[in-house]
């Protein structure tokens, strides 16, 4: 079988893809591969997103939760339509993708750094692509740490997954809601830190998940010594067109389908501390 190559493609045209694996993560969660039907679209990176479109229904933003050559992961959680409509899709259908589209994590920057990870919820999709980077770099960086909160065991992403990441990264895990076979961490994602290895005043962290979780944790890391420009964080607002030109994403002065998804606290912080912006 041949291998897609990359070729120019419009950003307004979706490029069909067809599903390869469906696996359920979570309930209405679910984790699809996909692989292009002919062409393949240009090379993604760690914290950029795709325009995935469900024919018939409509597309949405979803972030890379995997990139393997021309084969892109995304982890969709049924939330409307279009995300229903992907959810539940199988192995074999076609969905047409646009991009890549929006800033990565730029852990390349980081090197030398310990790193920490920080996540919440479904903000793990986006930031496993990172991870596995780091992971297969392993004297590129210091020590990885990798922080996840979830509402529940069973809302949990990448179980199996992640414990395999220890013990070449220290994976700490926190539930909002333990059932009564959960042994492990009960309470916010920022209670972790004092667990973590890493060196605040030189370590580049990244963080994703719900807007509260992403402005508590940079503000303890920026009160423990850690330089908001190092703080790498994804926002997230209704994208429409993911090329800057419809407005629906704005954010102060920012167009976060192309500033943005992710950017510094630096950036980032006077944005959220405006009421309703």
């Given at each position: 079988m041949t291998t897609p190559h990359a ?44 325009m995935v479109y469900a024919f018939g ?72 692509p990172l991870v596995r980077a780091a ?143």
């Amino acid at each position: 079988m041949t291998t897609p190559h990359a070729v120019a493609h419009s950003a307004a045209l979706p490029v069909p893809h067809r599903v390869v694996t469906r696996a359920a993560e979570a309930p209405g969660v679910a984790t699809i591969v996909l692989e292009p039907v002919r062409s393949a679209l240009p090379p993604f990176v760690p914290g950029q997103f795709a325009m995935v479109y469900a024919f018939g229904v409509g597309d949405i933003p979803l972030s890379v939760s995997g990139i393997d050559g021309d084969r892109l992961t995304h982890t969709v959680r049924s939330v409307g339509a279009v995300s229903a409509a992907l959810q539940g899709l199988e192995a074999g259908a076609t969905v047409g993708v646009r991009g890549p589209f929006g800033t990565g994590w730029g852990l390349p920057a980081a090197a030398g750094r310990d790193l920490l990870v920080v996540a919440g919820g479904i903000g793990l999709a986006p930031l496993r692509p990172l991870v596995r980077a780091a992971l297969a770099a392993p004297g590129e960086y210091g020590r990885l740490n990798v922080l996840i909160g979830s509402r529940t065991p069973q809302d949990l992403l990448y179980a199996p997954e992640t414990r395999g990441w220890a013990p070449r990264a220290r994976v700490l895990v926190t539930v909002d809601r333990p059932d009564g076979r959960w042994r492990g961490d009960v309470g916010v994602v920022t209670a972790l830190l004092d667990r973590a290895a890493f060196d605040p005043g030189t370590a580049a962290a990244f963080v994703c998940g719900p807007e509260p979780m992403i402005r508590a944790t940079a503000a303890e890391l920026v009160h423990r010594g850690a330089d908001p420009g190092r703080i790498m964080v994804s926002l997230e607002r209704t994208m429409h067109c993911a090329t800057g030109h419809c407005g629906h994403c704005q954010l102060g002065p920012l167009l976060l389908c192309r500033d943005g998804p992710v950017v510094s606290w630096t950036t980032a912080e006077p944005l959220l501390l405006v009421r309703e912006l």
